[in-house]
């Protein structure tokens, strides 16, 4: 069963705008850490931002922030005044710290396109 | 920008060559990851190490891939004989002693013709 499903393929928004991309997430553990990650036409990936299951507080760095609905095993990436350059695939990912040094769990990503 | 150098950035292999891969994990960084990420932007685990250790691996990485951590000395990822199959972007990444992320390196895209 898919632990991490990103259901959105693929979104287009305008430049300056902001846009969401939602995530939900399976998991049996009592504490987890949820991860966004952005992938560039290049093939490089790099980490943009992490919630950790225990905080109530929606984790935010610059432009990114997230919305997590902890009830709903959700984690939606929110990207404020958007940018061309923010054009690229993001990846939500999940780890389960119970389980050690464990692999990520990914979703299959969700592709944005910034339009100038 | 990405600490974590693999090299070489592309690489390409005939059917039944060998295909080996590096990566230097970020300093300081315990915890090494290697991934394959398929045309469907699918990752599929490898093996990770801790330290020089094998923590742990899947099937196919038992039969046609070995990978290692030598100390002071860069990571690899070696397919014996490469299967058309194995043409993906094989991602390494590093993780820091008892941090949940992982930092990536930008790959390396092997294609196997």
């Known amino acids: 069963a898919q632990k991490v499903t990103q259901t959105q393929t693929s979104i287009s928004v305008m430049e300056k705008t902001t846009v969401t991309m939602d995530c939900v997430y399976e998991?049996?553990?009592?504490?987890?850490?949820l991860f966004w990650y952005k992938q560039t036409a290049s093939g490089e990936i790099v980490f943009l931002i992490r919630?950790?299951?225990?905080?109530?507080e929606n984790a935010t760095v610059g432009h990114y922030s997230l919305n997590f609905q902890k009830p709903k095993s959700s984690i939606g990436l929110i990207i404020t005044a958007t940018q061309i350059e923010d054009s690229a695939v993001y990846f939500c990912?999940?780890?389960?710290?119970?389980?050690?040094?464990?692999?990520?769990?990914f979703g299959k990503g969700t592709s944005l396109t910034v339009i100038p | 920008n990405s600490k974590v150098i693999q090299t070489p950035r592309y690489l390409v292999k005939g059917q039944g060559q060998k295909a080996k891969m590096r990566c230097i994990p970020e300093?300081?960084?315990?915890?090494v990851f290697w991934y394959q990420q398929n045309k469907n932007n699918e990752f599929k685990f490898l093996i990770n190490?801790?330290?020089?250790?094998?923590?742990?691996q899947i099937d196919m990485t038992e039969k046609r891939f070995s990978a290692e951590c030598p100390s002071n000395s860069p990571c690899s990822l070696e397919i014996q004989s490469s299967e058309a199959g194995d043409s993906a972007l094989y991602l390494c990444?590093?993780?820091?002693?008892?941090?949940?992320?992982?930092?990536f390196g930008k790959g390396t895209r092997l294609t196997v013709v």
């Open positions: 990444a590093s993780s820091p002693h008892r941090a949940p992320e992982v930092f």
């Open positions: 998991t049996q553990d009592s504490s987890y850490f």
């Open positions: 919630q950790d299951s225990y905080k109530k």
């Open positions: 990912a999940m780890r389960e710290q119970n389980t050690g040094y464990q692999n990520f769990y």
């Open positions: 300093k300081g960084h315990p915890v």
């Open positions: 190490f801790q330290n020089q250790e094998v923590l742990q």
